[in-house]
T-cell receptor, first 107, second 114 residues
Framework: SQQGEEDPQALSIQEGENATMNCSYKTSINNLQWYRQNSGRGLVHLILIRSNEREKHSGRLRVTLDTSKKSSSLLITASRAADTASYFCARSYIPTFGRGTSLIVHP | DVKVTQSSRYLVKRTGEKVFLECVQDMDHENMFWYRQDPGLGLRLIYFSYDVKMKEKGDIPEGYSVSREKKERFSLILESASTNQTSMYLC?????????????FGEGSRLTVL
């Protein structure tokens, strides 16, 4: 069962624009994590948000969490071509992933 | 620099061969995981382990087994490879301590079964 489901599946934007991707999950969580994957590589951890937090920032990343709706969003502000990658959400401890959002940022 | 190392980046095997995918981590992590990643299906959990000699089935364990004889090493075994096991395999580890469960991934092993 895939715990996290990201939406949209694909997102194409111009450099400088903001990118927003969403994640829905099925069961209660302690933490929710976001990961990034460059093409053909392993995933890299971006940011964690705990169940008692509603928003968290890290550089150009902003994550929100709505536990009542079992959903989270990742916002990348002022996107760059180097942000082109796939993005995944997952709960902690026995992490399961969705299909990810494929983000393309055009220079 | 912390590291999860997968022994082979690319492998080509024949149907029916026994395949070993090796994963080693140098962070003294308790938890280790094997995923496969296929286009349109995302990452799916095959097996995971919380401790030496301990294993738990994930979502798609059929056709796979695992071995964890040492804390740092977690092996994925395909007893008799089939073409539908052609995929990208990703190993990851995490620590019980720190209360985050952050996963550290290897670079992946792309397996082609002919």
């Amino acid at each position: 069962s895939q715990q996290g489901e990201e939406d949209p599946q694909a997102l194409s934007i111009q450099e400088g624009e903001n990118a927003t991707m969403n994640c829905s999950y099925k069961t209660s969580i302690n933490n929710l994590q976001w990961y990034r994957q460059n093409s053909g590589r392993g995933l890299v951890h971006l940011i964690l948000i705990r169940s008692n937090e509603r928003e968290k920032h890290s550089g150009r990343l902003r994550v929100t969490l709505d536990t009542s709706k079992k959903s989270s969003s990742l916002l990348i502000t002022a996107s760059r071509a180097a942000d082109t990658a796939s993005y995944f959400c997952a709960r902690s401890y026995i992490p399961t992933f969705g299909r990810g959002t494929s983000l393309i940022v055009h220079p | 620099d912390v590291k999860v190392t997968q022994s082979s980046r690319y492998l080509v095997k024949r149907t029916g061969e026994k395949v070993f995918l090796e994963c080693v981590q140098d962070m003294d992590h308790e938890n280790m995981f094997w995923y496969r990643q296929d286009p349109g299906l995302g990452l799916r959990l095959i097996y995971f382990s919380y401790d030496v000699k301990m294993k738990e089935k994930g979502d798609i364990p059929e056709g796979y087994s695992v071995s964890r004889e040492k804390k740092e090493r977690f092996s994925l075994i395909l007893e008799s490879a089939s073409t539908n096991q052609t995929s990208m395999y990703l190993c990851a580890s995490s620590s019980v301590g720190g209360n985050t469960g952050e996963l550290f991934f290897g670079e992946g092993s792309r397996l082609t079964v002919l």
